[in-house]
C-alpha cells in the first residue's frame, strides 16, 4: 500500500511538471534571459492572423517587421513616404507587449530603383546619395521616435570572405556609408539601440571584418549596441564550432549578440546555392521539393534535434546574448516556401503550417527553465 502511495505521488509529480511546462510560454522561460520574437508579415501586423496572435502573446516579448520599414516600401518614390504598413506593425507591438525591431534603414537589395539614379538618369552623385540616406534615415527614424527599441541600421554589407559587399551604397561613397547612416539614426533617436545585421556570419572572414567594423565605429565615437547574427541554417549547415566561435567573438567586441532570421532548412539545395543573398534564384524541380505531404517521422525528428542542438549554444551563452529572433512564425507563412527555390513546400519553423508547436518548443521551455 505504501509502495502504491509512493507510486502515485510521483505520478502526480510528473504530471503536474507537464502541466507547468504547458502553461508556460518561451517569453517566461526564454525571456528570462533575453528577448525572444518573430518576424510580423504584413497581413499579422495588421491583426488578421488571429492564430498567428495568439501564438505571438504565449511565446513573444518582441517583434521584428518582415519587410513594411525597409526603404523600398516605405519610400517608393523620392520624398513621398507610405508609413500605413509600418504603423500599423508598431501599432500592435504596443498592443501586444512586444519590443519593435525596425529592419532595416539601409540595404541594398530592397532599396527602391530612383536612390542611386540622378534627376538625370545617370548614376546620382556621392553627395547627394549621402543626402538621401541621411534624409530616410531622420525621416523614419524621427518618425517612430521613442516607440522602436531598436533599429537594424545596416544589413548584409561584408561579403563571406571579408571584403566590403560592392553594393551602390558602397561603388558610389565607399565603406563610409556605414558610418554616416549609424550617426544619422542616432541624431535621430539617440536612445534607439543600433545594430549591424548580416548571413553567413560563421564565416572566418565575414566575422573579422564585423569585428573590426565595430571597432572602428566605436573608435569614432559612433553608437553601436549589437551585431545581429542571422541564422538561415539547414540540417547540415552552418558548421556548430565556427559559428560559436563567432557568437564569442562579437560579444567580445563588447556588443550585445542578437540570433536574428532564425530558421531551419530541410530541403535540398541546388547546385551553388550559399548563403542568404536574396538575388539567389533556382528553377523549380521536383528534386528540391521532396516532402510536399508533410515531413517523415525521421526527417521531422533530425529537424527537431538541429534546432535543439543550436538553442543549446544559446543557452550555454545566455549572459551574452540579448534577443533571439525567429524569421517567422508559422511554417506556412516562411519565406523559404519560395525562396531559392519557388513553390516548395518547407518546414523551417517552430510552429507547423496548422499553427500548433512542434515538439523542440517543449524541449526549449525546458531547457530554459532550469
Known sequence: ???????????????SSFAAYAQQGMKETVGQY????????????????????????????????????????????????DFRA????VDYCEQNGLKAIGHCLVWHSQAPGWFFKGKD?????REELIKRIKAHIHTVVGRYKGRIHGWDVVNEAIEDNGTFRKSPFYNIIGEEFIDIAFQAAHEADPDAELYYNDYSMSQKGKRET??????????KGLRIDGVG???????????????????????????????????FNVLPNPKGFGGAAVEQNFDYQKKYNPYTNGLPKDKAKELN??????????????DKISRINLWGISDANSWLNGWPVPGRTNYPLLFDRDY???????DIIKLYSK
Not at 564585423?210 to 573608435?219: D, G, W
Not at 534535434?305 to 545566455?318: A, L, S, T, V
Open 1 to 15: 500500500m505504501k509502495t502504491a502511495r509512493i507510486f502515485i505521488s510521483s505520478l502526480v509529480v510528473v504530471v
Open 34 to 81: 533575453c528577448l525572444i520574437g518573430s518576424s510580423l508579415n504584413q497581413r499579422q501586423s495588421d491583426g488578421l492572423d488571429a492564430a498567428a496572435s495568439a501564438i505571438v502573446r504565449t511565446h513573444f516579448n518582441t517583434a521584428v517587421a518582415e519587410n513594411c520599414m525597409k526603404s523600398g516600401p516605405l519610400q517608393p518614390e523620392e520624398g513621398r513616404f
Open 86 to 89: 509600418a504603423d500599423n506593425f
Open 121 to 125: 538618369g545617370q548614376q546620382v552623385t
Open 210 to 219: 564585423t569585428c573590426k567594423l565595430v571597432k572602428h565605429l566605436k573608435e
Open 229 to 263: 547574427m542571422q541564422s538561415h541554417n539547414g540540417l547540415d549547415y552552418p558548421n556548430v564550432d565556427e559559428y560559436e566561435k563567432s557568437l564569442l567573438a562579437f560579444a567580445d567586441c563588447g556588443v550585445k549578440v542578437m540570433i536574428t532570421e532564425l530558421d
Open 305 to 318: 534535434e538541429r534546432i535543439f542542438e543550436f538553442f543549446k549554444i544559446y543557452y550555454r551563452h545566455r
Open 356 to 362: 500548433k508547436a512542434k515538439p523542440v518548443v517543449e
